[in-house]
């Protein structure tokens, strides 16, 4: 059975830093493109970054929105995708899905970002 | 980007009735284009891939149909399990993007 859980969200102040994790099973994670996706409050959603696999030179790619301030990263040995948020604005609030192929998609995990 | 405009953002449906949703590319697409279904508390789930292509698993009330720059997802008897929002997504080119969303209510 196919499994992703993300991690490590959570109230954040403006300007600060967050590590998500997504921790898969069940497939096999190392031939596998991974993707961020969010979902705002009001229920856009909006796909984030994604980093495809070692034969592909684990090339990754980024919404304009968040280029320059966050990294997608992975560990085939740990069958994890990690998302690292930096210079945390207030519009980064939302909830944060990790997916395989936009077929199966984590829990997803809140990220809110206030003062 | 690629804009979906999705149509429309809610609708009401009685049980049995036939249920479709619109999506509109700003340029065209070519077939590649998904269909979510997302239920309240829940993360989106895959029902139709490249346009018209039901996910295994999804029931065959759903269908898809479209090309060029208009999509369409049509439900073919509603039926209360359905009442969830929709949205569409293209993957044509990067950045894959979404469209706004339909929150279908039942009746």
């Known amino acids: 059975e196919v499994q992703l859980v993300e991690t490590g969200g959570g109230l954040v102040q403006p300007g600060k830093s967050l590590k998500l994790t997504c921790a898969t099973s069940?497939?096999?994670?190392?031939?596998?493109?991974m993707d961020w996706v969010r979902q705002s409050p009001e229920k856009q959603l909006e796909w984030v970054a994604q980093?495809?696999?070692?034969?592909?030179?684990?090339?990754?790619y980024y919404a304009e929105s968040v280029k320059g301030r966050f990294t997608i990263s992975r560990d085939d040995s740990k069958s994890s995708v990690y998302l690292q948020m930096n210079s945390l604005k207030e519009e980064d609030t939302a909830i944060y899905y990790c997916?395989?192929?936009?077929?199966?998609w984590g829990q997803g995990v809140m990220v809110t970002v206030s003062s | 980007d690629i804009q979906m405009t999705q149509s429309p953002a809610s609708l009401s449906a009685s049980l049995g009735e036939t249920v479709s949703i619109e999506c509109l590319a700003s340029e065209g697409i070519s077939n590649d284009l998904a269909w979510y279904q997302q239920k309240s508390g829940k993360s989106p789930q895959l029902l139709i891939y490249?346009?018209?292509r039901l996910q295994d698993g999804v029931p065959s009330r759903f269908s898809g149909s479209g090309s060029g720059t208009r999509y369409s997802l049509k439900i073919s008897g509603m039926q209360p399990e359905d009442e969830a929002d929709y949205f569409c997504q293209q993957s044509y080119k990067y950045p894959p993007t979404f469209g706004g969303g339909t929150k279908l209510e039942l009746k």
């Open positions: 997916t395989w192929n936009f077929d199966y």
């Open positions: 980093i495809k696999d070692k034969s592909n030179n684990y090339a990754t």
């Open positions: 490249a346009a018209s």
């Open positions: 069940g497939f096999t994670f190392s031939n596998a493109w």
